[in-house]
């Protein structure tokens, strides 16, 4: 059953089990017993924390997140980091309501710092939204010491960033370190020098897919 159906991530579950809930409830009603066995099957399908296995090649940044690489550019890190505002390149991964929300550690290292900072909750696919919308940021240091930075980004369904992530943690890759409900964006900023090997349009598996490789 484990090989062939997800484990549902443990966020997931008070919502599957409210869906079972008004399915008991209703039994006596057919139309409330399948939407409430409708809600449950979608909801134990969003939360879904399927297995993956990382790469084992020293040095390679993977997805931190399912789904579809929307922007590759440069950009500043998040202000609230208290880094330099030094363009970096980053790779934007956007997540549809289809995808697997769990969110995995890109790199192996130690999670130096990990800053919330609350905002808009406008269409996470737009350029805007690395900049408006609400978003939680993960610092990690590589064991080679570049450092990698993960950002959860809120979208318009989503209302609820989890990271479980905490500073002094040790991370390896491919780690499920968090997720967001209902529809979301993850940016990736990677050490100066680092060259992106994936394009617009792919769509990526987190924890699995190579983004980069680091300096």
Request: charge should be positive; glycine fraction near 10%; aromatic fraction near 4%.
């Amino acid at each position: 059953m484990r090989s062939a159906v997800p484990p549902v991530h443990p966020a997931g579950r008070p919502f599957v089990a409210a869906g079972l809930g008004v399915a008991l409830a209703g039994h006596r009603h057919r139309w409330v017993r399948r939407a409430g066995l409708l809600a449950a099957g979608a909801c134990a399908g969003f939360f879904r924390h399927p297995p993956r296995v990382p790469p084992s090649r020293p040095g390679v940044v993977v997805a931190p997140a399912d789904g579809v690489v929307c922007v590759i550019d440069t950009a500043a890190p998040p202000g609230e980091l208290g880094m330099p505002d030094t363009p970096l390149p980053r790779v934007s991964i956007f997540l549809s309501l289809l995808d697997a929300h769990v969110q995995r550690a890109p790199v192996s290292g130690e999670v130096i710092d990990v800053q919330h900072r609350p905002g808009r909750f406008g269409s996470a696919d737009l350029a805007a939204a690395s900049t408006d919308n609400e978003r939680t940021s993960l610092r990690i240091r590589a064991v080679n010491g570049a450092e990698v930075v993960a950002v959860q980004i809120a979208g318009l369904l989503a209302r609820r960033i989890v990271c479980d992530a905490r500073r002094g943690d040790k991370l390896s890759i491919g780690d499920t370190y968090g997720l967001i409900r209902f529809g979301s964006r993850l940016d990736t900023y990677l050490p100066a020098g680092a060259e992106p090997v994936v394009q617009v349009g792919q769509r990526t598996l987190a924890g699995e897919t190579v983004l980069a490789v680091l300096p």
